[in-house]
């Protein structure tokens, strides 16, 4: 009976790497340290772990060493042959002492390393399915047809008939649909570590089963087949919210691995929120790794800061480890964007009121980029302050100055029990719920702009957050709005919507998007000086609108005697914009301790 495989101790600097032995009909393998350096040559394999359970095992140092299924099957797969056989392999499961958490978080921080410096990084799916061969055929047949795949916009691909047939036959299609869908409800897609696997990459490929091909072109082309619905040709997932989430993913993963900067000596990784945002749309174990998973792309600055620590698993611990990581972000970012994530999240207990649960999923999702109300965008006069943070204090001091009061709020929301569903079929309890909140919003609304008949223009404006899919389609914003009251009034009705130019559909479409990014679950109300707008779902009669100063949206705070806290960003239609909002608005200047 052989021993049982132990880990020794890491030189430092050092990571294992494992060398396969090919002797025929008994592979085995050894695992060496090797000092990390960019002469080192060796291939990173990006996996799902999968169950932890040890279910097999290898021949390893001449001991036996205990793997999990997944690993299994990726040392067991052809597509290792397609390698050089000397090239050896980084895993971590194998490659870091799992049981050792001072190694553990000295390793993690070496991903920026490990898969960066990589001869090339593995993107293992897993085996062969019933499907999984179709749809990997087709992505690479679609991959090499440059005329295709560079077409970027689904207007295109709606000038350009007969796609699908000249990649797959007619006949299996049906079964495409289906097979595409089944691929990208893998596991991997929907996984954090991933993310920072690829965007390291110096040079990217995907395996699924024997099938492999390059990642940049199987992206390229996943993004051709979800433009294909121009054509009618719907990929079919098996679970529809997790399919358009991994999907949704890929785009990401695309455009992040061609703007990551690639030099070894780079001061700056995407920014702070922009990761934390993806983070909160990916699957991890340990919540912990919601930082951790992604500081190989974070700045180096913020690498620095933020230790990775595996020692402890105790709520202070990870409370401490948010706060560090939420300071982090506001003192990278002067437009505070990590305040954007505050709206109707569910908080961590002693949590500071402007540091997001990062665990907690994301349910609103509105566009910063339009907002300006705390930016200055002239160069006349002094620079507007900056928030900060004072030495050893968690209290984030943020220049700005009031503009209003809260004094109605409405008492529904905008609901979608499902958000897989499509807007064109809501369901008979959302076309009910949906259309009594609008009535209860028109009515705060008439109310405060005196207007009983035409339905003013700044109405779905602000519903839709200012922005609809651009400033030259607004006109189509009124008759988007009364295409999805339509819509709801058929269905709880029971009675047959008329049809409608596909230019409006297009619009009603984009606007029930807009509904579900700036409305669910948040509240319209109305304030002290004669306006409406749209804020988190805590908002209350007596919160107060402030202007933070580098902030592109408008903030609602509440005010009590010893603590201020900040709930969240709100939208009111005229007011975010910092260079056209009247002086005779705002307060005073003041600094505004958030607790």
């Not at 000397?86 to 978080?105: F, M, S, T």
């Not at 490990?114 to 090339?120: F, K, N, P, Q, V």
């Not at 009618?232 to 997790?242: G, K, L, R, T, Y």
């Amino acid at each position: 009976m052989e021993k049982a495989f132990e880990y020794n101790p890491l030189p430092l600097g050092h990571i294992r790497l494992l060398h396969a032995k090919h002797t025929p009909g008994n592979p085995t393998w050894s695992l060496r340290p090797a000092l990390l350096s960019s002469n080192l040559q060796f291939l990173a394999i990006s996996y799902t772990w999968g169950p932890p359970t040890l279910v097999s095992s290898i021949t390893c140092n001449s001991t036996t060493l205990k793997i999990t299924k997944s690993v299994s099957e990726l040392l067991s797969s052809e597509v290792l042959s397609s390698f050089p056989n000397d090239l050896p392999i980084w895993i971590d499961a194998i490659c870091i002492n799992q049981r050792d958490n001072v190694e553990k978080g000295v390793q993690v921080s070496k991903m920026v390393d490990i898969y960066g410096l990589a001869a090339e990084v593995l993107v293992w799916l897993g085996p062969t399915s019933g499907d999984s061969d179709l749809a990997m055929d087709a992505i690479r047949e679609l991959s090499r047809r440059e005329d295709l795949v560079s077409l970027t916009s689904a207007a295109e691909f709606a000038n350009t008939p007969g796609v699908v047939s000249r990649i797959v036959p007619v006949e299996r299609q049906e079964d495409l649909r289906r097979a595409l869908g089944s691929l990208c409800c893998r596991a991997w897609f929907g996984r954090l570590w991933v993310f920072q696997e690829v965007v390291l990459a110096r040079r990217c490929s995907i395996a699924c089963g024997a099938k492999m091909m390059r990642w940049s072109d199987f992206a390229a082309a996943t993004s051709a087949f979800v433009r294909l619905q121009i054509q009618q040709f719907e990929i079919v997932f098996p679970d529809v919210a997790s399919g358009i989430r991994n999907v949704e993913g890929i785009q990401t993963l695309r455009r992040a691995a061609e703007i990551f900067p690639r030099s070894r000596d780079r001061r700056e990784g995407i920014s702070s929120a922009g990761l934390l945002d993806i983070s909160q749309r990916r699957a991890v174990t340990d919540p912990r790794d919601r930082v951790y998973g992604m500081l190989g792309v974070a700045s180096s600055n913020m690498r620095d800061k933020i230790q990775v620590d595996y020692s402890r698993n105790d709520a202070e611990a990870l409370l401490r480890l948010y706060i560090d990581y939420g300071k982090c972000c506001i003192e990278e970012d002067s437009t505070l964007a990590l305040l954007h994530m505050l709206s109707g999240k569910e908080r961590m207990p002693d949590l500071p009121s402007w540091c997001p649960s990062i665990d907690a999923p994301r349910n609103y999702r509105g566009i910063l980029r339009y907002y300006k109300a705390g930016i200055k965008t002239t160069q006349d006069g002094e620079d507007l302050p900056s928030a900060w943070f004072e030495p050893d204090s968690d209290d984030l001091y943020a220049p700005g100055c009031t503009v209003d009061v809260i004094s109605q709020v409405v008492s529904s929301t905008f609901c979608w029990s499902d958000d897989a569903r499509d807007a064109h079929r809501p369901s008979l309890e959302d076309a009910t719920n949906n259309l009594a909140w609008d009535r209860e919003c028109l009515m705060l609304y008439r109310q405060m702009t005196e207007q009983q008949d035409d339905l003013p223009f700044s109405y779905p404006l602000t519903l839709c957050g200012g922005y609809l899919y651009g400033p030259e389609q607004l006109y189509l914003l009124r008759q988007a709005y009364d295409r999805c009251i339509s819509r709801w009034e058929s269905v709880e009705q029971s009675i047959q919507l008329e049809d409608t130019n596909p230019e409006v559909e297009a619009a009603a479409y984009l606007f029930h998007g807009r509904l579900m990014s700036c409305c669910w679950g948040r509240k319209l109300f109305s304030t002290v000086g004669g306006r409406v707008g749209i804020g988190p779902p805590e908002t209350e009669t007596g919160d107060t609108v402030c202007i933070l100063y580098g902030a592109g949206p408008l903030y609602l705070l509440r005010f009590a005697e010893e603590w201020t806290h900040i709930l969240g960003d709100v939208y009111i239609h005229g007011l975010m914009d910092l260079e056209e909002i009247p002086d005779e608005t705002k307060g005073e200047n003041e600094i505004i301790l958030i607790q």
